[in-house]
């Protein structure tokens, strides 16, 4: 190809790029605004609560005004943004992750002593998101997924796991769309249900401090719904608890990265082309 042939190519694919750029912050932008005027809210559930944050308000408005989503339902539903700007913000989102890692950090830091005494319990603790492999793949196949379950179930699929997963596929591909299956599902219902587990968690006679470790699986939304419920019960160990569970947090989206690369996506990919041919009778593995 000639560069001047070249050249046109890149300037009709990026014509308009600005315009849709602009749209795209402007509507994330009223979407921060507006969830955060409605903020967080705590509803009491026996030892635990629910805990409603700004991100599944968000969530809930962006699907709204996402296209082909909500306007087969309501047919007169305006699309606020079309699918050029919801390409846009694909590569965005790794972006506007760094800021979170500088405030886990902040969190880190005057606990660090007693997160040495803890030892290798933090680095041990991922090997327990393996287990979402074994109990989540069958499940998957016998809903009919296909390549989709190698991104939906490698892990509890959260931010660490979508750099691995748009490095290995691409976000766009069957095993991206299984990614972001199991991302939304958990964004939507995770911190609900770790809101609950957190409080109810200490019912089960473990230690305080090994239950805030288990709050850290790596999605800031369950960690902190967990974390807080937990304090909440026990609150004279509440800035302990908060503290494990941020360093908790911040080494899942550091070993756990190197879990799911080196451990978890060759074990996942390897049970599907098991699995697959005997779950599902109709087709092979590719």
Not at 5 to 30: M, S
Request: proline share 5%; charged share 15%.
């Amino acid at each position: 190809m000639s560069e001047k042939k070249f050249i046109e190519k890149e300037l009709t694919r990026t014509k308009g790029r600005w315009n849709r750029h602009l749209k795209l912050h402007i509507t994330v932008l009223a979407v921060v605004i507006i969830c955060e005027l409605i903020g967080v809210h705590k509803f009491s559930v026996g030892p635990g609560f629910i805990v409603l944050l700004p991100l599944l308000y968000a969530v809930i408005l962006t699907i709204i005004i996402t296209p082909d989503v909500l306007g087969k339902v309501f047919k007169g539903l305006k699309r606020v943004v079309s699918m050029q700007e919801c390409e846009l913000a694909v590569p965005l989102v790794m972006i506007s992750l760094v800021p979170l890692a500088v405030k886990y950090g902040t969190l880190v830091g005057p606990a660090v002593p007693i997160i040495i005494k803890a030892g290798p319990a933090f680095v041990l603790q991922e090997f327990g998101n393996l287990g979402t492999i074994f109990l989540a793949l069958p499940i998957a196949l016998l809903l009919g997924l296909k390549r989709e379950c190698i991104g939906a179930t490698v892990s509890i699929c959260r931010e660490p796991t979508l750099a691995v997963i748009g490095e290995s596929y691409g976000l766009d591909s069957a095993e991206g769309r299984g990614f972001f299956g199991t991302y939304i599902t958990g964004t939507v219902l995770g911190a609900i249900f770790f809101g609950l587990l957190g409080g109810f968690g200490i019912a089960s006679g473990l230690h305080p401090l090994a239950l805030a470790m288990a709050c850290g699986v790596g999605s800031a939304s369950m960690m902190t719904a967990s974390s807080a419920s937990l304090a909440t019960v026990v609150p004279e160990m509440s800035d302990k608890i908060l503290a494990f569970a941020a360093t908790s947090n911040l080494l899942t989206g550091v070993t756990g990265m190197y879990m799911v690369i080196f451990i978890g996506l060759p074990l996942v990919n390897k049970l599907y082309s098991v699995l697959q041919p005997k779950i599902q009778k109709g087709g092979r593995a590719k």
